[in-house]
């Protein structure tokens, strides 16, 4: 493994493994393939812009013949695949596009890994493919997939086209299905960037529901370090779950964030949920951690941390929030927040 193509490398997991690749293996080169959707921003990777190993290919995973030049430049091995469209309340108002890039995408990129003979295709998958847990169970990698929302599903089918190309042809696949992640450079639409920066800006939080659902938020550094250690120790065909293997109510998640931002309770509002809100996601982390893996950070910490990132760092998302996301928090929120009583 030396020649990497990091799809989806301009969004916010996939910028923050290249900057932890870059700097963990100085002589791998890494060649970030990236559409750039409205989630793609390559202010997350400006810290890596004048390294030599690192390059920059724009283009769509769906695109075979721009996916196989890039392969064959750059003389590559192994492709992580990061790129997706992520977000859950988009893909209910629009599921188009989760498709494509899921479904159609992940089959280019498994065809171009096959007919150029990489060593590893890794998938970036997420605990939603199992869907809804009960409490007092949590999720193995050989349970059912039984995704619930057009991104899970997207993802799933993913998941399953990645295990076909190794039953049937052989080819070199690993998966990690990883739990909410947060930390720098997520797009201001997720829950925990999108309620820090209201937060900042005394603008209230949107709770779907009774806010009692659950996730389990990790540090997205933590998340790389699995990744990483998969890449080089996980056996071929295997998927991995990657976690804290502790989870969390959204309203604690709100009131950690509250308190690092020294803001105060009266912003929470309580809106309509979500359709078809997943409760509870829970994984049972015990194969990665045989692996020799532990998460560095508790939730509490990377919530504390991650609030605190965004309010020294109003240079990344102030432009984002100003630009098309304004459209889209007004068809995403305004209804919701007006009858709720809020602005
Ligand atoms: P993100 O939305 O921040 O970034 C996605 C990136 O993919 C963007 O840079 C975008 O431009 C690019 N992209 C989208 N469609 C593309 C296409 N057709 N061709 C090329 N590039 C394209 O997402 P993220 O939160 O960094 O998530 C990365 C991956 O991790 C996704 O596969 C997601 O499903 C998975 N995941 C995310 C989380 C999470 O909490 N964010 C948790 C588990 C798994
Ligand atoms: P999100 O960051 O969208 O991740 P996911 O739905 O993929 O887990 O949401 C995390 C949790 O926060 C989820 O239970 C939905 C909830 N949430 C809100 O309560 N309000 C919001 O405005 C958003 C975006 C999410």
């Known amino acids: 493994m030396k ?47 004048d390294n030599p190993h690192y390059h920059f290919v724009k283009g769509d995973i769906c695109d075979a013949a721009t996916v196989a030049q890039a392969i064959q430049q750059y ?57 809804h847990i009960p409490h007092g169970q949590s999720s193995k990698e050989t349970d059912k997939l039984d995704p619930r929302s057009p991104y899970a599903a997207s993802k799933a089918s993913a998941d399953l086209m990645v295990n076909a190309y190794f039953v049937t042809y052989g080819l070199p696949v690993t998966i990690t299905r990883g739990s909410n992640n947060i930390g720098p450079y ?24 009774d806010g009692r659902q659950m996730r389990e938020y990790q540090y997205v550094l933590d998340h790389c370090e699995a990744i990483d250690l998969v890449l080089h120790k996980g056996v071929l065909g295997e998927a991995y779950n990657i976690g804290t293997g502790v989870e969390m109510e959204n309203m604690r ?33 015990a194969k990665i951690r045989a692996l020799g893996w532990e998460p560095r950070h508790t939730a509490e910490e990377a919530i504390h941390q991650t609030a605190q990132w965004y309010q020294a760092n109003e240079w990344w998302w102030r ?8 459209a889209y928090y007004q068809a995403q929120y305004g209804k919701r927040l007006a009858e709720s009583g809020g602005q």
């Open 3 to 49: 020649n990497l193509l990091v799809t989806g490398g301009a969004g916010f997991i996939g910028s923050n493994f290249v900057i932890y690749m870059l700097d963990k293996y100085p002589e791998y080169n890494i060649v970030v393939y990236d559409k750039l959707t409205y989630a793609g921003n390559l202010d997350n990777l400006l810290e890596v812009s």
């Open 186 to 209: 997520q797009y201001p639409e997720k829950v925990v960037p999108l309620f820090s920066t209201n937060a900042i800006d005394g603008l209230p939080l949107p709770v779907y529901g």
């Open 253 to 285: 998640m709100v009131e950690i964030l509250l308190d690092a931002l020294d803001a105060p309770r009266s912003l929470i509002r309580h809106v309509e949920d979500r359709p078809g809100h997943d409760r509870r996601y829970s994984l049972d982390i």
């Open 319 to 326: 432009k984002i929030k100003s630009g098309e996301f304004k």
């Open 75 to 131: 003389d590559i091995d192994t492709i992580v695949n990061f790129a997706a469209e992520t977000h859950v309340d988009r893909s209910i108002m629009d599921p188009d596009a989760f498709i494509q890039t899921s479904v159609y995408g992940t089959y280019v990129l498994l065809e171009a890994a096959k007919q150029f003979g990489l060593e590893r295709y890794h998938q970036i998958s997420t605990d939603e493919v199992y869907g």
